[in-house]
């Protein structure tokens, strides 16, 4: 077996949330200090949040009237905590290309990369991203539509402090956080996670069709957790939903996984607490949906469960007999359509030399995503890039090759793409001894029942939605929720559903 990266751990546990970007949650981390470290050395000193210029982006055709991008205030603050709102207040575009059913403009190329390469007005094709400068100024045209009553759209140009959100910020804080860490692609969940587990999207450049029934999206292809298992690397899924087939979303939406490794997140907790972590533990959130507020920071969702639940994990986990040889990873899969200001390269590998059915050669990384690395092993206060020297950024590959170094495998035995063996990893983020005792991941963001709407719809209040769906899996629900607009079509959904699935 070849030398394996990070000897000093023994345990890594990886949490990765939903949809916000590094300016959303983490952009006023520094605002009135620099790092106490930087990695690497010869990197910038200074943490490139919102703090570092003034910036906003122009109404939707009106590139006169420019909307600066703010923190939320206090009194705001407290009214969105007292209310349980989700900021901002509508989901917004996820995808690469909006689908087709964009209610303000019929087939057009709203979605992600108009909020990277659009400004008052909407672009009409796929960019040019080779040189990958995109303004960054289309987020608020993007998100705005004339139906919109609350704040005008502003919302999507709002940010949280660290008085706000103390839990990530604090974690940031005490542990190390990148500021050029981006997502996989410019597009939402689905191929982002992909990307951190197989290494590739095999093509696809958004989460395709609403399906009430299966077959959802899946990848048909290794996986990180294959490659664990070859080296022998003890591995578990711990989640709380089922996706689809009594399966959690991950288990399903990438099959080649080995089965019956997976348990609930009350046996994580256990675990953690009886020092029986597996050597790595990959952790679901409750997730967002139509009908309730998840743990993931999924917009519109209210923040403070989701920063419960971190806070929750966290303390675990350093309560636990493992922390002196543990690494934490807590990352985003994609920015959700969240403002943020930092480019990101236009320089990706395409992984298999696929392109998208819009034309998306995967050379555009997508935005910036909070990164954060979590260990006795990590200096208080750091911030990291790639190495020095290294031709691409941080992006969620690395995580693959990264895991697998420290598992003891090679690059050139990794098998899961092209862009794999040239992502950069950040084993040398960390020391070789022990150079962090802190035990402070923030405090509690507020009480809540995890279970509050999170988003209109035409059928009904969230208590009545939810007598009308029961207890269907997550996949179905998001589907039926999607497609039909009243009480009688759900509740034929719903019948239609449970007919299908009968033994």
Known sequence: MPDSIMPQIKTIVFLMMENRSLDNLLGWLYENSNPDRVFPPDSRKDYDGLQTGSYSNPRQNNPGQLVPVTKVSDIRWREIRSKQWGVPYYDPWEALRAYPNDPRQPYSWSGVMNQFYGDAKIIDGMPVTKDGHPAMQGFLQDYYWPKMKAWKGEDILWTYGPEQLNTINSLARNFAVSDRWFCSVPTETNPNRAFSICGTSLGQEDNGPYRISPPYQQYDTLTLFNQLSHQGKSWKLYYTDEWSDGLSYTEYTFPRIPRGRHDTLNA??????????????????????????????????????????????????????????????????????????????????????????????????????????????????????????????????????????????????????????????????????????????????????????????????????????????????????????????????????????EI
């Not at 910036?368 to 006795?376: C, D, E, G, K």
């Not at 690059?411 to 983020?429: H, K, Y």
Request: with cysteine.
């Open 268 to 501: 994580f907790y256990n675990d953690a607490s009886a020092g029986t972590l597996p050597a790595f533990s990959y952790i679901e959130p409750h997730w967002t949906g139509l009908t309730t507020t998840g743990t993931d920071y999924h917009p519109p969702s209210f923040v403070c469960p989701s920063e419960d639940f971190l806070l929750q994990v966290f303390t675990a986990l350093r309560n636990s007999p493992q922390w002196r040889e543990m690494l934490f990873v807590v990352t985003f899969d994609e920015h959700g359509g969240t403002y943020d200001h930092v480019p990101p390269p236009g320089t990706a590998m395409n992984p298999d030399g696929k392109v998208s059915e819009n034309g998306f050669k995967f050379d555009q990384y997508g935005a910036r995503v909070p990164t954060l690395l979590i260990s006795p092993y990590i200096q208080k206060g750091t911030v990291f890039r790639a190495p020095s020297g290294s031709a691409q950024p941080f992006d969620h590959t690395s995580f693959i090759r990264t895991f697998l170094l420290w598992a003891g495998v090679k690059t050139e035995d990794m098998s899961l793409g092209q862009r794999v063996p040239n992502a950069p990893t950040f084993e040398a983020v960390l020391s070789n001894t022990r150079v962090n005792d802190t035990s402070d991941g923030g405090t509690a963001c507020a009480p809540s029942d995890g279970n509050q709407a999170v988003a209109l719809h035409s059928a009904g209040t969230n208590q009545e939605l939810q007598a009308l769906i029961g207890d269907l899996p997550a996949a179905p629900t998001k589907a039926i929720l999607a497609t039909c607009k009243t009480k009688e079509e759900i509740v034929a959904a719903v019948a239609d559903y449970h007919k299908r699935t």
